[in-house]
């Protein structure tokens, strides 16, 4: 039956609700931190693709989080998706994200509280009945600032079927209007998730006018799954991330559970508002964002989700592309363009490519990546758009670092020392620093740390070409470690020994940003 959402109003049987949590699960990922200029990207890029709800983070966790969910709503103070901040049922938690989203156009507070008998006894220390106070409570007091609330089950999947139907109906009565029953732990298999679902919307007593929302982990692969088989029984509201990431193993992954159900309608008869031929720039830029690239196996937006080497497939794909391929490349944003653009392109023709490829972006950030593709078309034959992502990307999402790499000359070769000299600009002041190593590469990363003193352990460094030839821009992605933080950082450029600089400066700002990060207090009993 029709639903009537105090965000969305009267909502079609068949309307599936897309809230992503990409900038707050998903940046609980180990190794992923973003600043809040990329936050920001972030987010207009997440509107653009079509999302319903933007859970923009935890706001009590620490002032940075506190500031960005803020700063995203009030980028959304006109128009926008409904920005949602995380609590738990302290009431200090409820009062910052109501705080914290005030200024959203449409606003949500999203309280959660783990209600499986394993929780309760270790985690919460606290007796059945005294947690569905917190949930009566909690909610009680966010109504009291947003007319959106979402509560959440923790553990939702092992909590024993009558107490969770029972905190459900607390919440409802309460005056939540979404409900959610994550698979924290990703222990369920889709069995699971349409037993749970269809015994909450027949035991529990307002269930049919409230939004049923999945949330679902990746610990056994299940979580697309998972997600699938909650809406067929019933739930209308599905949490995901981009690129699925997240906590330990992911999140249930955006561009999967879309595509599924634009490609199996037949099985699924839905509707939402994903753009989906923005889906693969959307990944791409988390990519660029956080220093992560999916495996090229990913489904989607993998770089080989739509390649075949098969002889048997190639013959079938050159017949006819749907023997093989059950949804089109263009339909998620993949292009089959080649570009051919050179030293003699201007910058008029370079602003054309960029629109073409989805890139918005102002004059200043114009000029700085049209003189990278100016020095990089200098250098290489012929310019892909591969090689024009992979500078934009680089140089736009480094717009506001505090450490940034201005000059690296190093001097190697057989029966020769390796050494490396190096300026660094950290908040505006110039650093050099010079040093030797076991190759140019360790000879950059000690320069470095002599221009920019700090101790971290270098725990992987990858080189990969962004397209072929001896000419190719090299991508180096380089993970850090420091206190049992993990940060990574990418870097694109013909020279592979600059491009390993440039990551390297790119994780040592995630760093930064990391330390600024906090654990929130320990609950407070309401």
């Known amino acids: 039956m029709a639903i009537t959402h105090p965000s969305f109003g009267k909502l079609a049987d068949d309307r599936i609700i897309i809230f992503d949590t990409t900038l707050r699960d998903g940046e609980q990922s180990p190794g992923f931190s973003m600043n809040l200029e990329e936050k920001l990207r972030m987010a207009e890029a997440l509107w653009e693709l079509g999302i319903d709800v933007m859970e923009a983070g935890f706001p009590i966790a620490s002032p940075g989080d506190f500031e960005s969910v803020l700063s995203i709503a009030q980028h959304f103070a006109k128009d926008g998706p409904v920005v949602c901040g995380l609590a738990r049922t302290a009431p200090a938690d409820i009062l910052r994200a109501a705080e914290a989203v005030k200024p959203a156009a449409r606003k949500r507070i999203h309280s959660f509280v783990s209600t499986s ?25 966010a109504r009291q600032h947003t007319d959106d609330v ?63 929302s999945t949330h679902n982990h990746n610990d ?49 008869p839905t509707t939402n508002n994903i753009v989906t031929e923005r889906i ?44 093989y391929e059950i949804m089109t490349p263009e339909s998620v944003g993949w292009s089959t363009s080649s570009l051919v653009m050179g030293k003699h392109s201007g910058r008029a023709a370079f602003r054309d490519k960029l629109k073409g490829m989805g890139y918005e972006i102002g004059d200043n950030q114009l ?18 758009d591969e090689d024009i992502a992979a500078l934009v990307d680089d140089e736009i999402v480094r717009g506001h670092d505090r450490i940034r790499l201005t000059a690296l000359t190093v001097a ?49 460094y990858a080189v990969q070409s962004v397209t072929g030839g001896t000419d190719a821009q090299a991508r180096v992605t380089v ?48």
Request: a neutral charge.
């Open 367 to 384: 000029n700085d990546a049209f003189r990278r593709f100016k020095d990089l078309a200098d250098r290489k034959k012929v310019v892909y």
């Open 280 to 323: 693969l720039k959307t990944s791409k830029l988390l990519a660029t964002i956080t220093g992560f690239d999916v495996q090229p196996n990913k489904a989607i937006v993998g770089r080989n989700a739509f390649a075949h080497e098969s002889g048997i497939h190639q013959d079938g794909v050159l017949k006819d592309k749907s023997t």
């Open 479 to 526: 993970r850090l470690e420091e206190g049992g933080k993990l940060v990574d950082g990418q870097g694109a450029d013909t020279d592979t020994i600059v491009a390993s600089a440039r990551a390297y400066v790119h994780a040592l700002n995630k760093l930064l940003v990391k330390r600024e990060r906090t654990e929130p207090p320990a609950v407070l009993r309401a």
């Open 412 to 460: 190697t070769g057989m029966a020769t020392k390796p050494t490396a000299s190096i300026t660094l600009e950290v908040d505006g002041v110039a650093h050099d620093g010079v040093a030797a190593g076991d190759g140019a590469v360790d000879a950059t990363f000690n320069a470095l740390r002599n221009a920019f003193p700090h101790d971290v352990n270098l725990k992987l």
């Open 117 to 141: 008998p394993l929780h309760m006894r270790v985690k919460l220390r606290l007796e059945p009945e005294q947690v569905l106070e917190l949930v009566t409570s909690s909610v009680s007091l």
């Open 220 to 268: 056994l692969g299940l979580a697309v799954a998972n997600t699938l088989a909650a809406i067929r029984a019933g739930a209308r509201q599905v949490e995901s991330t981009i690129n699925g990431i997240g906590e330990r193993a992911g999140n249930a992954s955006l561009e999967e559970v879309t595509m599924a159900l634009r490609t199996r309608h037949d099985a699924i």
């Open 150 to 212: 979402e509560w959440s089950a923790e553990d939702g999947t092992r909590t024993e079927p009558d107490f969770l139907c029972r905190c459900v109906e607390a919440a409802i009565k309460a005056g939540a209007t979404t409900i959610n029953i994550p698979d924290t732990v990703g222990y369920a298999v889709p069995e699971d998730m349409h037993r749970i679902f269809t015994m909450v919307r027949e035991r529990v007593p307002g269930a049919d006018k409230i939004i049923l």
